[in-house]
């Protein structure tokens, strides 16, 4: 968006409809701004209440007053931009992913709930609306090196089921994806695992989210489309899942292994074209010999600093080396 529709609109939460609008008035400023909120509404395909909604989202009595306000933009501001509204809505989300790259700075916090993670058997995760697609990618990764990972994305008394199997058989944490618009289901599924005794680590936008968690780990989403995009909190994802590789090293390698074994005689995948000499033919291959050189001969659960981390629960002891 221009200047002046990105300092309106900066931090603020806007619904599909009113991010039409809001591209609408980018789009159209010079033009928009002598228009009525009907013709607004009818040029932008919305109904004219919604372009009220909308300019009272952004602290306006009403459009009229959101009008006047963009007026002193327009003039004198005829430079296109150099970028267009897709390309823009990518520069946002290589911001997101630098600011989590730079939350990493520390990677403690990471590291200790990783550990955690991978003690905990069986290790339930939770996603709802929107945020079953990343909860899903991560339950599948993780499954990869971890024994026992209990998806969770049907609601209801399945839900309420799936909470209550996991605990009984021993789970000590509940990972939870909870991205914006924030499933009410999704919350209150949170206090049912902290009332069962469930730690809870929410992979979510923001810091300050509506509900509580023991570990919040924010990534902001994109908001420049019609829809939300989440490559940042699907990179923090994969972090969470290389953490709980790197806490348990000999049973990641070994499940790997497995796993690369199962798929060849399987024939799951079809190969890609030959590495050319000297260069690995597999990013995995690589990783699963890294890990059988850097393998300690006695593991160590990393300790945790504060109380955030700390679980009480019988699920996340010490392994024994033959089980990694």
Not at 148 to 157: A, E, F, N, P
Not at 160 to 168: V, Y
Not at 199 to 212: G, K, L, Y
Request: some cysteine.
């Amino acid at each position: 968006m221009g200047d002046a529709l990105d300092r309106l609109v900066e931090g603020r939460r806007l619904s599909p409809v009113q991010r039409r609008i809001a591209r609408y008035l980018d789009d159209n400023l010079a033009e928009a701004i002598f228009l009525s909120s009907v013709e607004l509404a009818d040029r932008a395909g919305v109904s004219q209440p919604s372009v009220t909604r909308f300019a009272m989202v952004l602290g306006f009595a009403g459009y009229p007053e959101l009008r006047q306000a963009l007026r002193p933009f327009v003039v004198g501001d005829r430079s296109p931009s150099r970028a267009n509204d897709l390309q823009t809505a990518i520069d946002v989300e290589v911001e997101n992913l630098r600011k989590v790259r730079d939350g990493l700075a520390d990677p403690s916090t990471v590291a200790e709930l990783g550990a955690r993670l991978a003690g905990c058997e069986p290790l339930p995760v939770l996603g709802l609306r929107v945020s079953s697609g990343l909860a899903t990618t991560f339950a599948y990764f993780a499954r990869r090196i971890h024994p026992d990972v209990r998806l969770l994305t049907h609601g209801g008394s399945e839900l309420a089921d799936g909470l209550h199997t996991a605990r009984r058989a021993g789970a000590g944490w509940l990972v939870a994806v909870i991205l914006p618009r924030y499933p009410a289901e999704a919350v209150q599924a949170l206090r049912s695992a902290r009332e069962l005794g469930l730690r809870t680590a929410v992979i979510t936008d923001r810091p300050d989210v509506p509900f509580e968690a023991d570990v919040i780990l924010d990534a902001p989403v994109g908001e420049r489309l019609v829809f939300d995009s989440h490559a940042a909190p699907l990179a923090l994802a994969m972090v969470l899942v290389e953490a709980m590789a790197d806490a348990a090293p000999l049973r990641t390698q070994a499940r790997l292994e497995e796993y690369e074994r199962m798929i060849d005689q399987a024939g799951v995948f079809v190969d890609r074209p030959h590495a050319p000499a000297g260069q690995p033919a597999s990013l995995r291959s690589e990783r699963t010999d890294q890990a059988r050189e850097s393998a300690p001969s006695t593991r160590k659960t990393p300790k945790a600093t504060g109380t955030v981390l700390s679980d009480r629960s019988p699920a996340n002891r010490e392994r024994p080396a033959s089980t990694e």
